[in-house]
């Protein structure tokens, strides 16, 4: 399609605004990250390092950082094996109601996560791993399912010609080909569990925080607005990583090798 000078030009701008719309704030937390206030003014009055070092000394900042990890790795471990069974069933198998079970599977994303939280309980550490592994599950599911219905089933096919096992066929190429969607879809379940809030909310345990809760609940508090900031711009700079990374291997090319 050709477009005139002034469409590109009109496409362009809307581009740029949207672009504004999602990191200018981004930018000023991480400006102000640097701020030598104590509330959330702007602009800056100067800059400094000084809430940087008060947030690594902050004992209740690393104590919701390291429940936000452990909570994060078991759910996406769960969604690893759950989301990439289901995958294998839907894209190698035929059976009565596989569409159905595609679109259950998928369905948990779409939901309000006040219904998943109400729906767990008792509360504790377990429920929030299950909790953030039904949307994480979702991810997972969809790295593995597209990567197997682009790579088909030649390869393998070729491998049992060739008297390969099943277990020799997976590991030598079926799962070289998955390894990389595999990685991807972990990245991208590590860090919607990492920052989900709704439904932690509803299924934590009293006294257990993870480090989105623990930014809720100092936000408004005196003299905490520094930490905050620099809590957040660290998680900024922290997610552009599993997300960038995520984004390069979902688009590499899948490959096998007998």
């Keep these: 399609m050709i477009l005139s000078h002034r469409a590109r030009f009109g496409l362009r701008v809307a581009m740029g605004l949207g672009l504004a719309v999602i990191y200018v704030p981004l930018l000023v937390v991480l400006v102000n990250s640097f701020n030598t206030s104590k509330t959330f003014a702007w602009p800056p009055q100067g800059l400094t390092l000084r809430w940087w070092a008060n947030a690594l000394d902050n004992p209740g900042a690393r104590a919701a950082l390291r429940t936000s990890v452990v909570i994060g790795l078991g ?42 939280g109400i729906a767990l309980n008792p509360f504790g550490y377990l429920t929030v791993i299950v909790g953030h592994a039904t949307f994480c599950i979702v991810v997972v599911y969809n790295n593995v399912l597209a990567r197997l219905r682009r790579t088909g089933t030649s390869l393998e096919e070729a491998s049992m010609d060739l008297g390969a096992t099943t277990y020799q066929t997976f590991r030598l190429v079926t799962f ?81 090798r007998l």
């Design 75 to 116: 759910a996406t471990a769960v969604a690893l094996v759950l989301g990439t069974m289901a995958a294998f069933a839907v894209a190698r198998y035929r059976f009565f109601g596989r569409d159905t079970v595609s679109f259950l599977v998928i369905l948990p994303i779409a939901l309000p996560g006040i219904v998943t």
């Design 176 to 256: 070289p080909q998955l390894r990389s969607a595999l990685l991807a879809g972990a990245l991208l379940a590590f860090a919607l569990s990492f920052d989900e809030i709704v439904v932690t909310t509803f299924t934590t345990a009293p006294g257990l925080q993870t480090l989105p809760l623990w930014i809720f609940d100092n936000l408004f508090r005196p003299n905490q607005a520094p930490v905050i900031n620099v809590v957040a711009a660290a998680l900024i700079v922290l997610s552009l990583l599993p997300i960038w990374a995520a984004q390069k291997l979902s688009g590499d090319n899948a490959g096998g």
